[in-house]
Antibody, heavy 116, light 111 residues
Framework: QVQLVQSGSDLQKPGASVKVSCKAS????????MNWVRQAPGQGLEWMGW????????TYAQGFSGRFVFSLDASVSTAYLEISSLKTEDTAVYYC?????????WGQGALVTVSS | QSALAQPASVSGSPGQSITISCTGG??????????VYWYQQYPGKAPTLIIY???KRPSGVSNRFSGSKSGRTASLTISGLQAEDEATYHC??????????FGGGTKLTVL
C-alpha cells in the first residue's frame, strides 16, 4: 500500500537550518509529483510548491523561494524539504503529499518548531 | 494567489445536511479548469482527500459527501450528518498560473 513517512519533530533556533524527509513506498516514486504543504499553528493549509520526481526539478509557490529548497534521492524514494535561516514564523507542520487526482496520499506531517 | 474564502465555522445536528462554500476568483475556481478538491482533516492528523475534480469521490469515501461548482464558488455538501464528520474541511483549486491555492479551512461542529 502507498505510504509517505516523514521524519520526526524538530526544534531549532532562529538562524539554523532544518531538513525534513518524506520516504515513499508502495508505488513507483518517479512517476508521481511530490508537493509540500505548510500548516502554521491553528491555521489553514498553504501550498509551498512541488518537485518533479522524474527530473528533480522544483517549482516554488510565491513566498517560498530562497530559503526553501526541495530535493530528492530517487534511489531511496525520498523527497526532502530544507529550510535555511529559520525564523520563528517558520514554526509549522510541514506535509509532503503526492499529486494523483488530487493530493491523494499525505505524509503524517513533521512539526518544525523555531524558538530561541 | 490569494487564499480561497471559506467560512471559519459551520454547524449542524445529526441527520441534517450542511453546505460549505469556497469562493475564489476568475483565475482559479472561476477559471477554465474543473480542478477543485476538498480535504477532511481531524485534529493532529494529516488531511485526506474526499472530493476531487469538483464532484468526484475517491474510492471508500461515503456518498454523503458531494461537491459542486457554480461560477467562482465551489461547495461541499455533507448529508445525513454524523458525529464522525466533525472535522476541518479545506478546499483547494488549480489556478491559471499553474499553482495550487487552498481555502482557509472550515471547522464543522456536529451539535
Amino acid at each position: 500500500q502507498v505510504q509517505l513517512v516523514q521524519s520526526g519533530s524538530d526544534l531549532q533556533k532562529p538562524g539554523a537550518s532544518v531538513k525534513v524527509s518524506c520516504k515513499a513506498s508502495g508505488y513507483s516514486f518517479t512517476t508521481i509529483a511530490m508537493n509540500w504543504v505548510r500548516q502554521a499553528p491553528g491555521q489553514g493549509l498553504e501550498w509551498m510548491g512541488w518537485i518533479n520526481t522524474n527530473y528533480g526539478t522544483p517549482t516554488y509557490a510565491q513566498g517560498f523561494s530562497g530559503r526553501f529548497v526541495f530535493s530528492l534521492d530517487a534511489s531511496v524514494s525520498t523527497a526532502y524539504l530544507e529550510i535555511s535561516s529559520l525564523k520563528t514564523e517558520d514554526t509549522a507542520v510541514y506535509y509532503c503529499a503526492r499529486s494523483w487526482g488530487g493530493f491523494d496520499y499525505w505524509g503524517q506531517g513533521a512539526l518544525v518548531t523555531v524558538s530561541s | 494567489q490569494s487564499a480561497l474564502a471559506q467560512p471559519a465555522s459551520v454547524s449542524g445536528s445529526p441527520g441534517q445536511s450542511i453546505t460549505i462554500s469556497c469562493t475564489g476568483g476568475g483565475s482559479d475556481i472561476g477559471g477554465p479548469y474543473n480542478y477543485v478538491y476538498w480535504y477532511q482533516q481531524y485534529p493532529g492528523k494529516a488531511p485526506t482527500l474526499i472530493i476531487y475534480e469538483v464532484d468526484k469521490r475517491p474510492s471508500g469515501v461515503s456518498n454523503r459527501f458531494s461537491g459542486s461548482k457554480s461560477g467562482r464558488t465551489a461547495s461541499l455538501t455533507i448529508s445525513g450528518l454524523q458525529a464522525e464528520d466533525e472535522a476541518t474541511y479545506h478546499c483547494k483549486a488549480y489556478a491559471t498560473d499553474m499553482t495550487w491555492v487552498f481555502g482557509g479551512g472550515t471547522k464543522l461542529t456536529v451539535l
